[in-house]
């Protein structure tokens, strides 16, 4: 959960002087974490509505904030995400379903 934090706090156009420098360091950033993390984030630790919504979210500012560069990432990395997203239609709580369907709109 503190890496999906890190992540948001990288991607928040808060903390961004958005520089073209600064934003391509900052996509790579974000996307390099995300393929990190992605493989470690299962069925088990996505059973956490926290750690659940959290990760939607961050896939939500992800795909609206970098379209070109989440587009671009590898067809493993992808698959990994649109399973994950599946899990999140099917969860029992309302809260992580509908996160779910706010990223898939962002798509």
């Known amino acids: 959960q503190s890496l999906l934090t890190l992540l948001e706090r990288i991607s928040s156009k808060d903390l961004l002087d958005w520089s073209d420098e600064t934003v391509e360091f900052a996509s ?3 996307l390099n974490g995300l393929t990190i993390i992605l493989p ?3 069925r088990g630790l996505l ?3 926290e750690i659940c919504v959290q990760f939607f979210d961050l896939l939500q500012d992800i795909i609206t904030t970098y379209p070109e560069k989440f587009a671009a990432l590898d067809e493993a990395s992808r698959g990994n995400i649109l ?3 599946g899990y999140g239609f099917h969860h029992a709580k309302s809260v992580v379903v509908r996160a779910g369907v706010r990223c898939l709109k962002a798509m």
Request: glycine letters at 0%; hydrophobic letters at 35%; aromatic letters at 8%.
């Open 28 to 30: 790579d950033a974000v």
């Open 40 to 42: 470690h984030l299962n």
């Open 47 to 49: 059973h956490y509505p």
């Open 83 to 85: 399973n994950s997203m």
